[in-house]
């Protein structure tokens, strides 16, 4: 049983940052590429950043600059680091993973006040 876990949400003041990581069990094989999403409410899920097990990386226009997307093959885990927060950055924050489907995370809050 694949299960992917995040960590590291939070409330934080704008200008902050936090560490989001995503850890995956149960995988036999490594994860090929890494996402991850985020979903504000009553909007829809948009992807947030990308990794590829080549370590190519991809991020929506709304974060480039400000959040950094990293892999540790060895432990199967993603991270997002999230830096120069912004209100409009708060959502729950999903990992996915990709082998030979995808599986997602529970997803993690992650709230920038004003």
């Known amino acids: 049983q694949v299960q992917l876990v995040e960590s590291g949400g939070g409330l934080v003041q704008a200008g902050g940052s936090l560490r989001l990581s995503c850890a995956a069990s149960g995988v036999i094989f490594s994860i090929n590429d890494w996402a991850w999403y985020r979903q504000a409410p009553g909007r829809q899920r948009d992807l947030v950043a990308k990794?590829?097990?080549?370590?190519?990386?991809n991020y929506a226009d709304s974060v480039k600059g400000r959040f950094t997307i990293s892999r540790d093959n060895a432990k199967n885990t993603v991270y997002l680091q999230m830096n120069t927060l912004k209100p409009e950055d708060t959502a729950v924050y999903f990992c996915t993973g990709r082998t030979s489907r995808v599986y997602w995370g529970q997803g993690t809050q992650v709230t920038v006040s004003p």
């Open positions: 990794i590829t097990r080549g370590r190519s990386t």
